[in-house]
């Protein structure tokens, strides 16, 4: 049974940091896609950021490139999402999702495992 447990949100000023911690147990996880998602209040789930845990290789959303960072470290099955330059648009409920599928995937429907969530406020 996979499980992912997310953890590392709260409430930080606008300009500030956060390290977003998504712990992944169950399987192995190489050949996985892992991803970041973000859901606002009345708004739609929407991609945040994604990494292949064999690769490496990541892709953003364009309103998180060059503030928001995605890493995995393989010893602690953990994938990480640094977010600097906080905006109060940032503010949501942030996911870790994975599935077993290849490429990058950025739509939710796409990903079959997910954690239950973390709250990020960014106050102005």
């Known amino acids: 049974q996979v499980q992912l447990v997310e953890s590392g949100g709260g409430l930080v000023q606008a300009g500030g940091s956060l390290r977003l911690s998504c712990a992944a147990s169950?399987?192995?996880?190489?050949?996985?896609?892992m991803g970041w998602f973000r859901q606002a209040p009345g708004k739609e789930r929407e991609f945040v950021a994604t990494i292949r845990w064999n690769s490496g290789s990541t892709f953003y959303a364009d309103s998180v490139k060059g503030r928001f960072t995605i890493s995995r470290d393989n010893a602690k099955n953990t994938v990480y999402l640094q977010m600097n330059s906080l905006k109060p648009e940032d503010t949501a409920v942030y996911y870790c999702a994975a599935d077993p599928g290849m490429g990058l995937r950025t739509s939710p429907q796409r990903y079959a495992y997910w954690g239950q969530g973390t709250q990020v406020t960014v106050s102005s």
């Open positions: 169950g399987r192995t996880f190489s050949g996985y896609a």
